[in-house]
Every structure is written in structure tokens, then in C-alpha cells.
């Protein structure tokens, strides 16, 4: 068993379906960087379950153009992501879909809590998933976000943009600084896609919400296109929106 690194390169090019990971000892690393994150384009989507049993993961540095860029790049429908904490770690991004947990997601995040710095000229960031879009129900749950994203626009404190899916995010925070260029930037989530009904429940913002030249800012919610439906309960606006 490794619990001790100075370098790594964590890949996945191989379907994790079924799989189901759960760490015993707690991993220490020092700043390192990720030259491939897991999971980095759509043919290689994390599909398994893992259960970080608490533990913290720190240090963690990732600088990429590609798109789906965070610890974990693509995540499927009917994958979990749960009991895990992510701190003192630092994306750079030039490109879209950018999470500090997952880029682009299509399963559940559950009891994830991160304070990573997000910076660059990305869109669709979220302090724990950048775009969501999925053929199945995808729940947010119990999370929050603790850190400062410096982002151009389509940005939320927990998610970027719903794209695809029927969305809950529930019981979840945001108290840290989102500062963008552009529009459709949230609290919690920036913007709404589709014809589908996205759920905020008992979640509220206590950050920084700003842009310096956009509109649609909201201190939960930023845009709601179209057709898409949302049902927001017992939430909480204390942010500064700017």
C-alpha cells in the first residue's frame, strides 16, 4: 500500500463499472502535480463508486487546456463520488467544464467538500462540478465549497451549469470568492440548460459573488434558459453579489 508520494500520474482508460474503491490508510503527499487526471475524455468516464472514507486529499496542482478539467474529468451516470475532502490544492484552466472535484458529471457527489483554487479564462466552472449533464437523476448532496475561483463566466459556488439531467442539490454551502468576467454566475449554480427540473434544497451562499462586466449574478441561482424548471426550498442568500 502507497501512503506516501512525491509524484504521481493518476489515468484511467479503462471502464471502472461496478468497481467500488474505499481507502484504508490516509494518502500524504506533498504539492504534486497531475499530469492526467482520472478519467480524461469521455472514452475513458469513471463509472465505478468510490467511498473516500473521510480522508483528506491536499496538494493536488492540475494545469490544462483540455476540456473537463478536475480531480476526476468525466464522471457517468450512476457513478458516486462520496466522503471525501479535497484542500490546499490549486487548477488552472483555459478551456470549459472545469470542477475541483469533477469536471463534466453525470453521477452522484455526496459528502465532498474542497477549498481548491480555481483560476484561468475557463467557463462552466463550479466550485465542485463544472457542467452537469446526464441520462440519469444526479443528486449534490451534503456539499460545499470553501475556496476562490477566478473564471470568466457560465460560473456557480458549487455548480457551473446544469446541461443535462434531472438535478437535485441538497443540504449543500457555499462561502468562498467567485470572481468572474462574464454572465450567468451563482452562489450555488450558475445556469439552468435545459427542460429538465433542477431541485435547490436547505443550501445557502455566504461568499463573494461578483463580475465585472456581465449580468445574470445571483447570489443562489444566476440564469434560468428556456423551458427549464426549478424548485428552490429553504435556502439562504448571504453572499455580497456584485
Known amino acids: ?24 490508510q490516509r494518502i500524504s503527499v506533498k504539492i504534486i502535480e497531475i499530469t492526467e487526471k482520472v478519467a480524461t ?18 496538494g493536488i496542482y492540475l494545469n490544462s487546456s483540455d476540456n473537463g478539467e478536475g480531480l476526476f474529468g468525466y464522471t457517468a451516470a450512476g457513478s458516486t463520488i462520496k466522503n471525501l475532502q479535497l484542500e490546499e490544492s490549486y487548477i488552472a484552466s483555459t478551456s470549459k467544464h472545469v470542477g475541483s472535484i469533477v469536471g463534466s458529471c453525470g453521477g452522484n457527489i455526496l459528502n465532498v467538500s474542497s477549498n481548491a483554487q480555481i483560476d484561468g479564462t475557463a467557463s462552466y466552472v463550479g466550485g465542485i462540478a463544472g457542467v452537469i449533464s446526464s441520462t440519469n437523476d444526479v443528486t449534490i448532496q451534503d456539499c460545499s465549497y470553501e475556496g476562490k475561483m477566478n473564471v470568466k463566466d457560465c460560473a456557480g459556488g458549487l455548480v457551473g451549469v446544469v446541461q443535462k439531467g434531472n438535478v437535485t442539490i441538497e ?21 439552468i440548460d435545459v427542460a429538465n427540473t433542477t431541485n435547490i434544497k436547505k443550501c445557502y451562499s455566504a461568499g463573494t459573488v461578483s463580475s465585472t462586466s456581465g449580468y445574470n449574478i445571483g447570489g443562489i441561482l444566476g440564469c434560468i434558459y428556456g423551458a427549464a424548471k426549478v424548485n428552490m426550498e429553504n435556502c439562504l442568500n448571504k453572499a455580497s453579489v456584485s
Not at 500500500?1 to 484504508?24: D, E, Q, Y
Not at 475524455?41 to 491536499?58: A, E, V
Open 1 to 24: 500500500m502507497v501512503t506516501k508520494a512525491k509524484h504521481c500520474k493518476i489515468l484511467c482508460a479503462f471502464s471502472l463499472s461496478g468497481f467500488f474503491f474505499f481507502p484504508r
Open 41 to 58: 475524455t469521455y472514452k475513458s468516464t469513471f463509472t465505478g463508486k468510490i467511498d473516500g472514507n473521510n480522508y483528506t486529499i491536499s
Open 171 to 191: 443540504n449543500s454551502y457555499f462561502d468562498g470568492k467567485l470572481n468572474t468576467e462574464g454572465s450567468y454566475v451563482g452562489g450555488i449554480l450558475g445556469s
